[in-house]
């Protein structure tokens, strides 16, 4: 299971971080997704919720306020039409201004405001009507008294009432409270109609709406942490057993196969753990037989290749009596004689594979290193292995860059495994020279060997670390392998720490690199050698143009 990806850190200092780190966590914690989807429309719902109720409430508030004011404000003016309906008829201005004065009186208890005035609807000069009258309300203020409201009034002798919503100035602070102004016409006798406007604050209505809509906002965003907080909590009770099975997905399938889920309760998480619990169980019970198996079938190959292994010597040392007579023998039985001498050969040499590759599976080869000089010790393979290579017509170079400084290996394995490289490259080689160079750094010492013959194709070269594989079973064997080289030499790559890599192109030939490092035990990360042929020094080296060898060299 792939680890999950590590969120980008969050700098509060620096915006250009946020970004990315928010993006981070959407795409790789779901809790993170989860809880924010969940918020955003909470959010959103919540929003709308408190702008549809905070309008409604504004709504019925005003309705409220301005009925009760139109009511308080009809009421006044009624009864001051009676006190100048019920007032002795009045003809000089003295009485009139009376009248009026009384009738004012009586507004302005009823009314209960202080902002009011009246003026007269006539514009024709009056000898005895009494003169206009405000308080508070300056005539020609538009902003309290506007031109429109004004013209509907003095049109209205039909004693209908009109109103308006104003900004009132109810002290020196200058600031405006909200408020409504309600105009209608009052008549007096002998002096014609007066409009009267009553002015009301709603300040009260205006505090109390505020209020209501600061708890409502304030409601809301508690309401949202609430729920940011409750899905998170509750995605982390989710979230925290999910992340436990991964990791203990993780831990099973890095090999250990004895982890298990604790499983709680008996909801869905439960059974989640009861199932891989039980996938588990039967994952290790197959892996266990599989072990099992493979243990009896090495022991099998061990066993049979150490039973075979005295008579296959019985037999040897007779194949090499009557081969070493067979020149008195007649032709035929002589020539059965040789064939029997090199089967039998092949035969032990076969069984001596055998029985290393079960020592290998069943772990119990041992290293026996000592300090060795790998470029004395390729030379010397080289130097053994020439005259098979010149029955082959092929060159083989030394190149020695490094790789003189005692290295601890064990000398024996590296030995069989150049042996076996070199083998295959002279048996593959067409004839052509081969390249083996050697070379160190600070950490490994490796020893690539370069033919430029058959070469192989991907789908082979993925396969030549395969046992008993060959490209062609049909090409004849003249260096007598079995198939089990490269798997070996592979094993003892392993074995040092090291690594056996292995380059190979169709009519190009191949370059295998083995690779071990400078300290046992440490493991190798590249190698002084690069096995591609390309970056290499022995890159078409030396098939047409000299070389320097290792005696060139030394
Ligand atoms: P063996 O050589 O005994 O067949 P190996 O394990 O050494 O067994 O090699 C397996 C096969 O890999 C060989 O049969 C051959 O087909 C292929 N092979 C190995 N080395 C080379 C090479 N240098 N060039 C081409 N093919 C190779």
Not at 91 to 111: I, K, N, P, S, Y
Not at 251 to 275: I, M, Q, Y
Not at 480 to 485: A, E, F
């Amino acid at each position: 299971m792939s680890q999950a990806a590590r969120p980008a850190r969050i700098t509060l200092r620096r915006p250009a971080t946020w970004l990315p780190a928010i993006r981070a966590q959407w795409i790789t914690s779901l809790r993170f997704r989860t809880t924010f989807i969940t918020v955003a429309a909470t959010a959103l719902a919540i929003a709308v919720t408190c702008v549809f109720t905070a309008l409604a409430i504004h709504n019925n508030l005003f309705s409220t306020s301005r009925d009760e004011v139109l009511g308080q404000a009809q009421r006044a003016v009624i009864a001051a039409q009676d006190v100048i309906d019920t007032a002795e008829v009045a003809t000089d201005g003295a009485a009139l201004q009376q009248v009026l004065f009384d009738a004012r009186r009586e507004l302005t208890t009823q009314a209960a405001t202080s902002y009011y005035a009246y003026f007269r609807v006539d514009d024709e000069a009056s000898a005895i009507a009494p003169p206009d009258f405000s308080f508070l309300l300056e005539e020609g203020d538009d902003a309290i008294l506007s031109e429109g409201l004004r013209e509907r009034v003095r049109s209205s002798d039909d004693g209908s009432q009109w109103w308006q919503s104003v900004g009132l100035q109810i002290d020196d602070s200058g600031d405006a409270v909200p408020g409504i102004v309600v105009g209608q016409q009052l008549e007096v006798q002998n002096a014609g109609a007066y409009e009267v406007y009553l002015a009301y604050s709603l300040e009260e209505a205006d505090r109390t709406l505020r209020f209501v809509q600061g708890i409502l906002w304030v409601t809301g965003i508690v309401l949202v942490v609430l729920v940011a907080a409750i899905s998170w909590f509750v995605l982390r009770t989710v979230a925290q057993p999910i992340l436990e099975a991964s990791r203990t997905s993780e831990r099973f399938a890095a090999g250990d196969f004895e982890v298990r889920l604790p499983v709680r309760g008996k909801d869905e998480l439960a059974a989640l753990g009861r199932s891989f619990n039980a996938m588990a169980d039967s994952i290790e019970a197959q892996i266990t037989e599989l072990a099992e198996l493979s243990q009896v079938q090495q022991r099998f190959v061990s066993d049979v290749s150490h039973e075979l292994r005295t008579p296959l010597t019985t037999i040897r040392l007779a194949s090499e009596m009557l081969n070493d007579r067979r020149s008195e023998f007649d032709e035929s039985t002589a020539r059965a004689a040789e064939l029997l001498h090199t089967q039998v050969a092949r035969f032990e040499q076969l069984l001596t594979d055998l029985l290393e590759i079960s020592r290998y599976d069943a772990g119990s080869v041992q290293l026996e290193l000592e300090p060795t000089n790998l470029a004395q010790l390729a030379e010397d393979v080289a130097d053994s292995m020439r005259d098979v290579a010149g029955r082959h017509g092929s060159e083989l170079r030394v190149v020695a860059p490094g790789g003189y400084s005692p290295v601890d290996v064990d000398p024996r394995r590296v030995r069989r495994v150049l042996r076996n490289l070199i083998g295959n490259a002279i048996e593959h080689g067409e004839g052509r020279p081969i390249v083996i160079t050697i070379d160190s750094d600070a950490h490994a010492v490796a020893v690539g060997v370069r033919d430029y013959g058959l070469g192989m194709s991907p789908e082979q070269a993925a396969r030549v670390f395969d046992r008993f594989w060959r490209a062609d079973p049909s090409r004849k064997r003249t260096l007598g392998g079995t198939g089990l080289g490269l798997a070996i030499a592979l094993g003892d790559a392993k074995l040092h720490g090291g690594a056996l890599e292995l380059w190979s192109e169709p009519g190009r030939g191949s370059h295998f690199v083995l690779t071990v490092p400078r300290v046992p035990g440490q493991s190798v990360t590249r190698s002084p050698i690069p096995v591609e042929p390309n970056g290499g020094a022995v890159e078409e080296l030396g098939v047409t143009e000299p070389i320097r060898t290792g005696e060139d060299l030394a």
